[in-house]
């Protein structure tokens, strides 16, 4: 459903085109199957409302409340707090380090993530390239290994002792303060990368291939092609996976919550997500609904930003 | 790209949510010990029972059998810090907590501060039971008040010193009888290529009852506030010797309860583990190849001659607020906590060691164990069960204590600041935590 969101702006452009051209008919159907349209709606809209709005008003409902107790054991009572909750989440340093943090692991794994995705799929999509179906398959095999299960397994290859690389484990601690984001980031890229090279290409395969016949005509090598044609065409697609890692990598969790136990460095409030979760095992479950809904929100400012962006950049 | 692991997080967070919004702000008009009412109920009752003691479930067949008007089902779980408090948390928000549920005694005050407890002190045999359990456990459920028992207790986890007996003797290594003789076998160890034992960075519990041991304590509750005291001079004491050891690297950081630590154990680099009753399973399980070669000896002293045992863990059984049947859950957890048979047959299972009296005296608790050589190692447990202080009281926030000191325990073991300054920012943590819900503290 969050894809549905990220994915909104797009489609809802390419919507708006497809109804500015067959506008007349469209409004025609709509009077005619009122029923049918509701009938086909209200599944969606009963589950939108109760799994994606109900618990995100209650989030933020839950985020508006103190609590009250009288005694060291007081019973608690919820009063309404107004933004309490909120002033503790700015005045929270691990929580901003935390998001600090995953920011800095974005500014890196997404644009080495995405370069990968981008070369693999070119290349799969190249001539040049011998046994495609194999490889398609084989880049795309890690996301089919659940995102915990590979977590774990990398936490057994990094390990100093066990790992079955043991005379570079144990020369190069991969769990160490130092190194142990980029270690996450490894795994995060080695699932990850298959998936995105899917996306971008599927939309390499709906090029129309007259375009790259025109340009062999006009002297392209495969290299220029994949430059000039290809790249600025898929662009859309780019943009997509780029806004959907942005989202992954501020939701952090599976992964640094696995490498908790082979790792000293990873704390309870290593990324936003995991501080949400001590929080709300504390339990402060008002603190860590205030802490949701501010990373929502910066979640989605920070795609959005990123959205206009690069639109502002593809009119020029 | 990350769909899967967002589709993970968004349906662990519906779930959460959903549960939340069965949620009733329910709580009784004043936290002061009063009794709940108890009457037996008529006709068959169905209890829950959520726990992870292993092999549980033969035990409580072995009830269900006897009484069938009250059946007793069990669900089992990680452990409590593991995610099963969360789901306790969790479900007491949503009102649809089990019956009974396992609850160590340090976080038997963050449930009574959330209100998720059943006093069971009207319930029939209750008050009276207070006889038949160490002392100290009935302490810790009672909170020391006369009208209280907020749970039964269940097993307790006095601490001693489990060794290599065999690396011992061929080295001729002394066995330390205090912490200091302690630290000068942990060079001669260190000189044999070995570590004298793994100091744990997220047992903090371990590293409490260290504190207990040497006559810290880290709360009060005197009724009107709670003081919060994780740097007084018992407690940086402990730290600093422990912070000595990692220093002069003579005693092993792996992450507890991994591969990585069995192994550690396992193949014989590691020699002894401070530990509780319950650790002899641990042991036996996480190092197989090392049966016969172990011992166990009371813990060092800090003073020659001292008699003082710290207690690491231990259980109690208790009864959420909501449970419609307290009197029949009261007589199946004083069952299951009282009676031989139930006490042996989790000892056998899970290795329990009893917060009864009568279950000290049991066949079980006599004989000689084979993984420790044949030596009848709960003798040692015994004597250190009589020697744990009664005062050690625990926060109403311990898990938040517990992450908070342990992010920065974590951090002192990988050279990042000391054991010390973790437990400062410990005590500033959990004073604001506290605070944050309300909970009356001296700051």
Not at chain 1, 183 to 211: H, R
Not at chain 2, 423 to 443: C, D, E, R
Request: glycine share 8%; with cysteine; hydrophobic share 45%.
């Amino acid at each position: 459903m969050s894809a549905s969101a990220a994915l909104s702006p797009d489609a809802q452009g390419s919507a708006a085109r497809v109804s500015r051209t067959k506008k007349p008919r469209a409004s025609k159907v709509r009077v005619q199957h009122k029923g049918a349209i509701l009938a086909f709606v209200l599944p969606f809209g009963i589950l939108f409302g109760l799994f994606y709005l109900v618990p995100i008003g209650y989030a933020v409902y839950e985020s508006l409340l103190v609590i009250k107790r009288e005694g060291t054991f007081g019973a608690a009572t919820e009063v309404f707090g107004g933004f309490t909750q909120y002033i503790l989440v700015f005045q929270n340093g691990p929580f901003w380090q935390s998001i600090g943090r995953v920011l800095m692991f974005g500014v890196v794994q997404v644009p080495v993530m995405l370069g990968l995705a981008l070369l693999f799929a070119l290349l799969l999509d190249s001539p040049l390239l011998r046994g495609k179906r194999f490889f398609r398959l084989a880049f795309f095999v890690p996301y089919a290994v659940p995102g915990v299960i590979a977590a774990i397994m990398w936490g057994y290859l990094y390990s100093p002792n066990l790992s079955p690389f043991r005379a570079v484990t144990e020369n190069i601690n991969f769990l160490s303060a130092d190194l142990v984001l980029w270690s996450i980031a490894n795994v995060v890229t080695w699932v990850y990368v298959g998936y995105n090279m899917l996306i971008i290409y599927s939309a390499l395969l709906a090029i129309p291939t007259e375009l790259y016949e025109a340009a062999r005509l006009d002297g392209a090598g495969q290299l220029r092609i994949a430059w000039s044609v290809k790249i600025p065409l898929i662009m859309p697609a780019i943009v997509l996976t780029a806004i959907f890692s942005i989202i992954g990598t501020l939701q952090l969790l599976a992964e640094p919550q696995v490498f908790r136990s082979f790792s000293s460095a990873v704390t309870s409030t290593f990324t936003p997500n995991l501080t949400v979760y001590s929080t709300s095992s504390i339990p402060n479950f008002n603190l860590a609904a205030a802490f949701s809904v501010v990373l929502a929100l910066a979640t989605f400012i920070l795609s959005f930003t990123f959205l206009k962006f690069t639109q502002r950049k593809e009119t020029t | 790209m990350h769909m899967k692991r967002r589709a993970v997080a968004v349906a662990l967070l519906t779930a959460a949510t959903v549960a939340l919004t069965g949620c009733a702000t329910a709580s009784s008009p004043d936290g002061t010990a009063s009794a709940d009412a108890c009457a037996p109920s008529t006709g068959k009752v169905d209890l829950t029972f959520t726990t992870w003691i292993p092999g549980v479930e033969e035990t409580v067949a072995v009830w269900n059998k006897a009484n069938p008007d009250i059946q007793v089902k069990v669900q089992t779980g990680p452990n409590g810090n593991g995610g099963t408090y969360q789901n306790f948390f969790n479900q007491l928000k949503a009102g649809n907590a089990p019956d009974l549920g396992q609850i160590e005694y340090d976080a038997l005050p963050n449930f009574r501060v959330q209100d998720g407890l059943t006093n069971l002190a009207a319930c029939d045999g209750v008050l009276d039971a207070k006889s038949d359990f160490v002392d100290w456990t009935w302490g810790q459920v009672n909170f020391g008040e006369d009208k209280s028992v907020y749970a039964i207790p269940q097993d307790a986890g006095p601490m001693a010193m489990f060794y290599r007996a065999d690396l011992f003797k061929a080295n001729n290594i002394a066995i330390p009888t205090t912490w200091a003789e302690f630290a000068t076998a942990a060079e001669q160890v260190r000189a044999t290529g070995g570590y004298i034992t793994n100091f744990s960075q997220s047992d903090i519990n371990q590293f409490a009852g260290f504190v207990w041991q040497a006559g810290g304590e880290w709360f009060k509750n005197d009724g009107d506030n709670w003081t919060v005291d994780l740097t007084d001079p018992t407690t940086t004491k402990v730290a600093a010797y422990w912070q000595d050891l990692i220093d002069r690297d003579l005693v092993s950081t792996n992450p507890p309860w991994t591969d990585e630590w069995n192994n550690a154990y396992n193949s014989g680099s590691n020699w002894t583990w401070n530990s509780a009753a319950w650790g002899a399973n641990s042991i036996a399980s996480g190092a197989p190849d090392t049966a016969g070669k172990w011992a166990v000896a009371q813990s060092p002293q800090w003073k020659a001659g001292d008699k003082a045992s710290g207690n690491w863990g231990g259980s109690s059984t208790a009864v959420f607020k909501g449970s419609k049947h307290p009197y029949e859950a009261a007589k199946f957890a004083l069952w299951l906590n009282t009676s031989d048979e139930a006490l042996t047959m989790l000892n056998k299972s899970a290795n329990l060691y009893p917060a009864a009296k009568s279950g000290l005296e049991l066949p079980a608790l006599k004989a000689g164990v084979p993984f420790y050589g044949d030596q009848a190692i709960y003798d040692e447990f015994a004597i250190a069960s009589a020697q744990v202080s009664p005062n050690f009281v625990w926060g109403p926030t311990m898990t938040q204590t517990y992450n908070d000191v342990s992010d920065g325990f974590k951090a002192a073991v990988s050279g990042k600041g000391t054991l010390s300054e973790a437990l400062k920012v410990g005590q500033t943590n959990t004073i604001a935590a506290m605070t944050a819900q309300s909970i009356p503290v001296n700051k």
